[in-house]
């Protein structure tokens, strides 16, 4: 396992959500971020199974398009989660909310994000397959599987957008 050592204390999951915290994105450019951090240092072979958590509470939010599926987090997502909330020791629980993933397509590219049941309860009510929606996640890093990254953006709160924006 790669540990970026950096321990902070979460406020996200408490009272009031502090959208102002998060930093405007893409999930192609975080995406990318964390394949250059996961390739360093390059003479380190990695092992499926292996991870990368970062560790530094890395906020951000992504203009995304819902698609509407969703599935069950595997079982290596889920154990990414709880080393995860080891590692940034959140004021709150983290890992047993995030038990679901939610396909959002960026650019063309589809990809699978765990949301928490909290947040994912108003999805079916709020948002429409094909409509765009403000994601605010958590750049937490990714496991890797059969030689590639499949990485970990744990979505905490969304907001749908007007069709006329």
């Known amino acids: 396992m790669i540990l970026a050592v950096t321990t902070v204390s979460s406020s996200t999951l408490a009272q009031g959500f502090p959208y102002q915290s998060f930093e405007h994105s893409s999930l192609g450019v ?3 971020e964390l394949s250059n951090l996961a390739d360093d240092p390059p003479d ?3 092992s499926t199974g292996s991870e990368v958590i970062i560790a530094k ?3 951000i939010v992504v203009r995304v ?3 509407g599926p969703h599935r069950p987090a595997d079982q290596a997502t889920a154990k990414f989660i709880q080393d995860y909330e080891k590692a940034i020791q959140p004021a709150q ?5 995030y038990e679901e993933e939610y396909l959002f397509e960026e ?3 589809e990809y699978w994000l765990q949301v928490q049941k909290p947040v994912a309860a108003y999805f079916e009510r709020e948002l429409r397959p094909g409509e765009p929606v403000d994601l605010y996640a958590l ?3 990714g496991v890797l599987e059969n030689g590639t990254w499949r990485w970990v953006i744990p979505v905490e709160e969304f907001q749908s957008i007007p069709i006329s924006q």
């Open 30 to 32: 975080v995406t990318a």
């Open 44 to 46: 380190k072979p990695h």
């Open 57 to 59: 509470i890395q906020r």
């Open 65 to 67: 398009t819902y698609r």
């Open 93 to 97: 629980a983290l890992a047993s909310r």
């Open 107 to 109: 650019g063309g590219k």
């Open 139 to 141: 750049a937490a890093g």
